[in-house]
């Protein structure tokens, strides 16, 4: 049986105005991701990579395309606000993971508040449950439930990465993106992070868009990905096969930028780092 698609986006365009002068920041850009799939997006800085992402996450207005899940009701464009209830039911099936964790959390308020805010916009648990559930999914990435009443300032880069997990899984969502995650951190708190999301990720079977600039890294958990530079897809397909037959010049600069002694070579260190409890 064949892989089942989930999520499609379709001829996203989406440019920005910057002193006057147009840049194109997505530029035709379409791909599909299989159910419960992490796929990888991978390209450097100013690729346009995150605004892709902020396009299917809903967090920025494409100026043409469509983006469309599978749901209940059959295949929606996430694009298209013309039925806001049909589009809130989808969209909760839907949460991003940010780059930088401290500055996704509100500062004046409490971690378990911050994890309940989505329950509370999207559903009608009672109080009393929000924060049952905001206990459960703290000690589900590996914090105390006493993390409950600290703030964002109180936690290191790597607690506050782990609670933004937290967050994102409150809501049971079936697609999950994931924007460079782990740039933010060091290394060996890096492997703990990735460690965990792919335990998560394998456990509760998500589709997930992980996004980043390090090849290593994306290449030892997707099975396919897709490149990404100067607003488009320069190649798309299958992980080993763009590795190691890549036919585009760009990413075989990338691969060559990689400091590892092959490629073979590489994809094993990076799962092993990642696999290892630090």
């Known amino acids: ?11 996203i365009n989406k440019t920005f105005s910057k002193q006057g002068k147009k840049i194109k920041a997505v530029d ?3 791909l599909e991701l299989y159910r419960g799939e992490c796929f990888g997006l991978i390209g450097e800085s100013g690729s ?5 992402a902020n396009v299917i996450a809903g967090l920025e207005k494409a100026d043409s395309g469509a983006v469309y899940m599978d749901g209940p009701g059959g295949k929606i464009n996430l694009l298209d606000a013309g039925n806001r209830k049909i589009q809130k ?3 909760q099936k839907r949460q991003m993971i940010f780059q930088n964790p401290r500055l996704s959390f509100n500062p004046a308020m409490t971690i378990g508040k911050g994890l309940e805010e989505g329950v509370r916009y999207y559903t009608k648990i009672p109080a009393a449950r929000r924060k049952e559930l905001a206990l459960e999914n703290l000690e589900l990435v590996g914090l105390k ?3 409950y009443d600290r703030h964002s300032s109180e936690l290191s880069g790597g607690e506050c990465q782990r609670a933004a997990i937290a967050r994102a899984l409150m809501i049971e969502p079936e697609f999950l993106i994931c924007d460079e995650i782990t740039s933010a951190l060091d290394v060996s708190v890096q492997a703990q992070i990735m460690s965990l999301f792919m335990e998560i990720q394998k456990k509760k ?3 997930c868009l992980f996004i980043s ?6 290449s030892s958990i997707c099975n396919r990905i897709a490149v990404m530079y100067n607003g488009k897809i320069v190649e798309s397909g299958d992980t080993k096969q763009i590795i190691y037959h890549s036919s585009s010049n760009y990413t075989q600069k990338l691969l060559q930028s990689v400091f590892f002694a092959d490629r073979e070579t590489m994809t094993r260190y990076e799962r092993k780092k990642m ?3 630090i």
């Open 205 to 207: 079977k998500m589709t």
């Open 145 to 147: 439930r006493e993390y």
């Open 48 to 52: 346009g990579k995150s605004t892709l």
């Open 28 to 30: 035709d850009v379409s």
């Open 213 to 218: 600039h390090d090849l290593a890294l994306v």
């Open 1 to 11: 049986m064949g892989e089942q698609e989930f999520i499609r986006a379709e001829h």
């Open 275 to 277: 696999e290892s409890s």
């Open 89 to 91: 039911e989808y969209c």
